[in-house]
């Protein structure tokens, strides 16, 4: 027995919040006995640097931005979709690092983004109740019984896409696709086609001086041909997440190797629940997000189990408070913790505060709500002191039609075009772009 077995287990005496029931027993216990012993998909040295980075954001020297999908779904590992949303987020980062000249930390939504907290456990359509969609990780978004009843062997499918996807992350990020010279070419396909991709342009073409000058004064950092980027998803099947959690051999902490950075959802943050406690057994980086009915003692309590240390780098808080709550909610929570002397990294959602139905039942988002969110995130810092430290959204490639608004707006009736998402509407990349420019503006004040 190691030092970490009695530490390992603690979490499975506390009542843990969405768990699918299986119904097949035996056929979870040897999903979960064969990912015990797979491969990790990330390193735990890979951890310990996102924690260094996660630290320079809490210190104000950098800026997280975190996207992706809501869920991301089996269907959907393809090289298109990957290298869309890597795509993305590159040109977000490059944005917020060029127009508002701070590092920009980069982790994505991505590669283990398969499991969804939900408020209801069913569902009824014409007369049918059936259980709700929970995720590719347990069961399928088709409104039939056969798809909806959870199925253990969807853990094992969860593991294979994510080593799929982050491998070609993994690719593109170190095989020359993300270097600073590609600023153009992740931009050809879409500048012609909308006014952000024109602003970008402008701005690409600014970058592609900068290094042209560097480079004629014979200067050629590495970190202009590499990109670190990590990996992140919410850690909610804690049976999943258990059993790819493995003792490090350099030390002998805990890790959580299927994903860089964790976090913990607004619906499964309870200070005596298995998430809270199962989190605290891993050195990963870990993010907690923050609703507006969240109460001051509950986060500091929250540090307090999560970062006994008081290390900055280890917690993050994801405020999702809403545009119309931001602004009343997040000044008495940033107070309590500076006041309590810990250093985390304020991270804003301002994507699931903001989420409403259309009258014909589309769930919907607006780009104006969030950006009035993101105002009140930024008001807030700069008038506390504290560092606006990042932004984490929902976002893909694709052109799709489920956020309404943006410089090329989406009209409401404009979401049956392209409504591809299994969840929550994601930002499209025009919007994603448009999003990136105004917090650049922000962060540079
Ligand atoms: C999510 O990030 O998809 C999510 C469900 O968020 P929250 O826990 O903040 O509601
Ligand atoms: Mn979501």
Redesign the pocket.
């Known amino acids: 027995m190691t030092k970490n077995e009695p530490v390992r287990d603690s979490w499975r005496a506390k009542p843990a919040a969405q768990q699918p029931s299986w119904p097949d027993s035996e056929a979870l216990t040897s999903v979960l006995t064969d990912l015990s012993t797979a491969v990790p998909l990330v390193f735990a040295g890979e951890c310990d640097q996102l924690r260094t980075r996660m630290a320079a954001v809490a210190r104000g020297e950098a800026f997280l931005l975190q996207g992706g999908d ?2 991301e779904s089996f269907t959907a590992v393809s090289a298109d979709n990957i290298r869309n949303t890597l795509k993305t987020i590159l040109q977000m980062a490059v944005v917020l690092t060029y127009a508002g000249s701070v590092p920009v930390v980069k982790v994505g ?1 991505i590669g283990g983004q398969y499991s ?2 939900r408020s209801q456990g069913t569902e009824t359509r014409d007369g049918v109740t059936l259980p709700v969609y929970r995720g590719d990780s347990v069961n399928g978004p088709d409104f039939t019984a056969a798809s909806r009843t959870p199925d253990p062997k969807r853990l094992r499918r969860m593991y294979n896409a994510s080593a799929a996807t982050l491998n070609l992350v993994r690719a593109f990020t170190a095989g020359g696709y993300a270097a600073l010279d590609q600023v153009h070419a992740w931009n050809q396909d879409f500048v012609a086609l909308s006014a952000s991709g024109e602003r970008y342009e402008r701005l690409a073409r600014e970058i592609d001086r900068a290094l042209a000058f560097m480079k004629a004064c014979g200067a050629h950092p590495d970190a202009l041909d590499d990109v670190e980027f990590y990996a992140s998803h ?1 850690a909610l099947i804690l049976d999943y997440e258990a059993a790819l959690t493995r003792v490090d051999s350099r030390g002998g902490d805990l890790y959580d190797t299927s994903a860089h950075m964790l976090w913990i ?3 499964t943050r309870q200070l005596e629940g298995a998430h809270v406690a199962f989190a605290s057994t891993v050195r990963n980086p870990i993010a907690v ?1 923050l ?1 507006p009915g969240v109460a001051a003692d509950e986060v500091l309590a929250l540090i307090d189990k999560l970062d006994p240390d008081r290390e900055p780098g280890r917690l993050s808080f ?1 405020t ?1 408070m809403g545009a119309d709550k931001a602004r009343d909610a997040l000044p008495p929570l940033v107070e309590k913790v500076t006041a309590s002397g810990a250093q985390v990294a304020w991270i804003c ?1 301002p994507m ?1 505060g903001n989420t409403f139905k259309t009258p014909s039942g589309y769930k919907t988002r607006s780009l104006d709500a969030m950006m009035d969110e993101v105002g009140g995130f930024f008001e807030t810092h700069r008038s506390l002191g504290t560092h606006p430290g990042g932004i984490h959204v ?1 976002l893909t490639g694709s052109d799709v039609t489920e956020c309404v608004g943006g410089g090329d707006e989406v009209h409401v009736d404009q979401l049956p075009l392209r409504y591809e998402t299994v ?2 509407p994601r930002l499209n990349r025009r919007q994603s772009l448009d999003l990136a420019f105004l917090v650049a503006e922000m962060y540079r004040g």
């Open positions: 809501c869920a939504r969804k907290p919410e959802g607004e619906r997000k609703g994801i999702r959602d699931h929902e969840c929550d």
